[in-house]
């Protein structure tokens, strides 16, 4: 169900189901892989902290066997340049859809009240330019 997002305002969210996490992050990994991200942390006792921002999106997963409910971020394509935020205790993950105005967002509750807020660059945005056909490549 679309609702109102508390972070955003206006633009409305779309709530994940629990048992749609897995298929739906890997889908949302391999729509929005490359964006440039930032990652911030909402919370009372943290008001806003910004983990990371102009980075690269790797991916995003959700571990829910045993009911651990975790929610993985990472960023980078360098093993020097990677870093991984962790969500435990994830209870939610909502989603705004990428538009010719913005790109991807997610929200992502847990159970210590803290709300991770992951918004992507528009994919026009880092994706690569398409290839000229007809053109060879010259080698040296």
Do not use: C
């Amino acid at each position: 169900m679309a609702k109102p997002s508390p972070v955003t305002g206006q633009e409305t969210t779309r709530d994940i189901p629990t048992d749609e996490w897995i298929p739906f992050l890997a889908e949302f990994t391999r729509e929005n892989r490359g964006a440039h991200a930032v990652l911030e942390v909402f919370g009372e006792g943290v008001g806003r902290q910004v983990a990371t921002e102009d980075r690269p999106f790797d991916g995003i997963a959700a571990d829910v066997k045993d009911r651990e409910r975790s929610v993985w971020i990472s960023f980078g394509s360098r093993p020097t340049g990677q870093f991984s935020h962790g969500v435990p205790g994830a209870t939610a993950i909502r989603v705004r859809q990428a538009t010719a105005d913005h790109g991807a967002a997610m929200e992502i509750d847990s159970r210590d009240g803290t709300m991770t807020l992951l918004t992507l660059s528009k994919p026009e945005d880092y994706a690569l330019p398409p290839a000229e056909s007809g053109k060879k490549l010259r080698t040296r």
